[in-house]
């Protein structure tokens, strides 16, 4: 029997990564609920002595995210947060980073209030813009960071083009593409040295789990990331991992899905005459609508503004019956959420409304219910609004 060609993406997801149980021949991975593992003697084990450490369950998982992004080394952490605070742990005090202005709130406060405390900096600009980049490096610049789409003015970055920049000046770059995932985008393949994910969201898809990861190629990152997950100790545990596991299996099916709803809901909400502006990749109207399509996907996170500020859209909101109010993206049901006051609250108000995130902004996660039911909800609430 020849040797298989390379895998396709939903074959990754259903199986990459994974090998039948060494005990019982068990074809989903078991959950190693354990702190801790005998040893054999004195020096002498079978590979795991400490659940921190390492977890059977959890090494599958990262194999498994780093197939799915074709690369050479997964890490799993408890958070998305965990994975960028980590990744961060590989520059030292006076070193400086680029950062895309449009970030999650989360990782705006780790990198302002948090890390500046430990002697890092950082310049946020726009990073569709390569000039601007360029303007920010300094002697000191180790890192750019890439959050596309952003969160949640949803700009796309080119990601190749600032790799190749990042090579120039020789800056490590790290692209947060939690909002696409590799379904639609691999940055490792267009020279990025550190993925982040969070898993919370599509990876996992089912509003069921916390957590995070970073893969990566370069093997000193890996050790690095490794010596820092095993030091900190920010990992998931194993249970968290084999649900991950389940939710990933499905992850191709999923994503087509919300990428179609989508497209429909932004459609929609685009036409509605109490909509002010609709943001999502895959209308003609926004600024990097041509990239998106070169990627192949759009994705299922969009944001919209309706007539009448924060008062219209807080009327809206206490309006919707079918979609859920709540923080997070990425899963099986339709969410919404106010920037404002919700995931990007700690970022100042002068510089959250410069950049774009108005009091009215609501930042909607399509879901894979039927896009009529969504569409038939958003439009009865905008009627309140």
Known sequence: MGRMKKMGFATKAVRGGQRPDPTTGAIVTPIYQTATYVLEELGKGRGYDYSRTTNPT????????????GGRFGVAFASGMAAISATLHLLKQG????VSDDVYGGTYRLFQQVLRKYGLSFTFVDTTNLPSIERALKNNTRMMWIESPSNPLLKITDIEAVSELAKEFSVMLVADTTMFTPYFLRPLELGVDVVIHSTTKYLSGHNQVIGGAAVTDDEKIHEDLRFIQNSVGAVPG???????ILGIKTLHLRMRRHNDNALRVARFLESHPKVERVIYPGLESHPQ?????????FGGIMSFEPEGGFSAAKRFLRSLKLCSLAESLGATETMVTHPATMTHGSIPEEMRLKRGITDGLIRLSV?????????QDLDQALAKA
């Not at 070193?95 to 680029?98: A, E, F, L, M, Q």
């Not at 194993?238 to 991950?244: A, F, G, H, N, S």
């Open 58 to 69: 959890r090494e599958t998982l990262e194999r498994n995210i780093a197939e799915l992004e």
């Open 95 to 98: 070193d400086h980073v680029v």
């Open 238 to 244: 194993p249970l968290d991992c084999w649900l991950t």
């Open 289 to 297: 609508h041509s990239l998106a399509t070169r990627i192949g996907g």
């Open 367 to 375: 879901g894979i219910e039927d896009a009529e039911d969504i569409i």
